[in-house]
């Protein structure tokens, strides 16, 4: 069913499958998002779960149609939406960015008239979007780069750092929503929302779509849409204060040493670079202790390339960010 808007008073209880038209393309036709929509017997919270915002990004796609295969929308209270590929042109076209080259994470909330990117981010706003209570907006690495399981929130708000938590992630970055991102756009809406990056691009990685179901899972939970049960515990995440891309000064081939989630020490050598005839150009060293959360996979780099993404771990003096699931980070409502 092709519908303009996201109107849950109007759905049946159970699962719907909806196309929602966002624009058209040059024959005339709608280019449409496809949204799932798990609709509760009870009223409750509106749980929204956005993937592909880059149009290489699948694990959270899979982790969508898993989530929507377990649930029982007669024992649910509130609805629960995956809009499973946001970023319709990239998606279609293999490609991250949207069709106009821009990358639509850095255009929302959009404008209503503008370029087709302005528009289409505009529009799946507030067509979609503004109808979340919560949203849970899942990413991967991008191409050339891998990740480790990790989220993005603002850590000193409750409900999100609440959500971070309830992910058991392996990385928690303490990172308040950037304007022009999807999340920022919903945090402008006073939608508490959280980036959930689920590993590398362009495949299903099963591991981490299992363990970010699980805590996709856990937040409905917490919110009441689904009936509570025991959850395994997963290891406590490594917790960020901030985090940061280090780049090379200088061209040639790249070798990254470490691996996501290693800890790496001031001073240690993380890559090396060497020229077209084998010959060192540089080494590259961590600027402080801190955590692997991603690093690049591709070999060629230019001046500027990206080689490895460290966060620096919060330390005692971060009592801002450094809630516990003991009861230091509130329950959400």
């Keep these: 069913m092709i519908v303009d808007t996201l109107d849950l008073d109007s759905l049946p209880v159970g699962i719907c499958r909806l196309w929602v038209e966002v624009v058209r393309n040059a024959f005339g036709q709608p280019e449409c998002v496809p949204v799932l929509v798990a609709k509760g017997r009870k009223p409750g919270k509106v749980v929204g779960l956005t993937a592909a915002v880059h149009g290489d990004e699948l694990n959270g796609i899979s982790t969508i149609h898993r989530l929507f295969d377990r649930l029982d ?11 499973a590929v946001v970023n319709h042109p990239g998606f279609m076209r293999g490609e991250r960015r949207f069709v106009d080259g821009k990358d639509l994470n850095h255009t929302f909330p959009g404008t209503p008239t503008g370029s087709v990117s302005d528009v ?14 919560v949203l849970l907006d899942l990413h991967t690495a991008s191409f050339g780069r891998v990740n480790s399981l990790y989220v ?23 990172n308040p929503p950037a304007d022009r991102t999807l999340r920022g756009a919903a945090a402008a809406l006073g939608i508490p929302a959280i980036t959930v990056e689920i590993g590398d691009p362009n495949r299903f990685q099963h591991r981490y779509i299992r363990r970010t179901l ?31 891309w280090v780049y090379t000064d200088g061209g040639g081939l790249l070798t990254v040493l470490p691996k996501v989630t290693d800890l790496v020490a001031e001073g240690e050598e993380i890559a090396h670079l060497v020229d077209i005839f084998g010959d060192p150009v540089a080494t590259y060293r961590a600027p402080h202790y801190g955590v692997v959360i991603g690093h690049s996979i591709e070999p060629v780099a230019r001046t500027g390339a990206r080689i490895l993404h460290i966060g620096r771990l919060a330390t005692e003096a971060d009592t801002h960010i450094l809630g516990r699931e003991d009861g230091a980070v509130p329950v959400m409502h």
């Design 73 to 83: 929308c007669n024992n649910m209270r509130g609805s629960v939406v995956g809009v």
């Design 120 to 133: 289409y981010a505009y529009r799946l706003v507030q067509r979609i979007i503004r109808r979340f209570d």
């Design 152 to 174: 993005r929130a603002d850590m000193t708000e409750p409900t999100t750092a609440r959500m971070a938590f309830l992910q058991r992630p392996q990385v928690i970055v303490h």
């Design 214 to 244: 699980v805590g996709v899972r856990a937040v409905l939970m917490e919110l009441g849409v689904v009936a509570k049960r025991h959850v395994a515990e997963g290891g406590p995440p490594i917790i960020c204060s901030d985090s940061h």
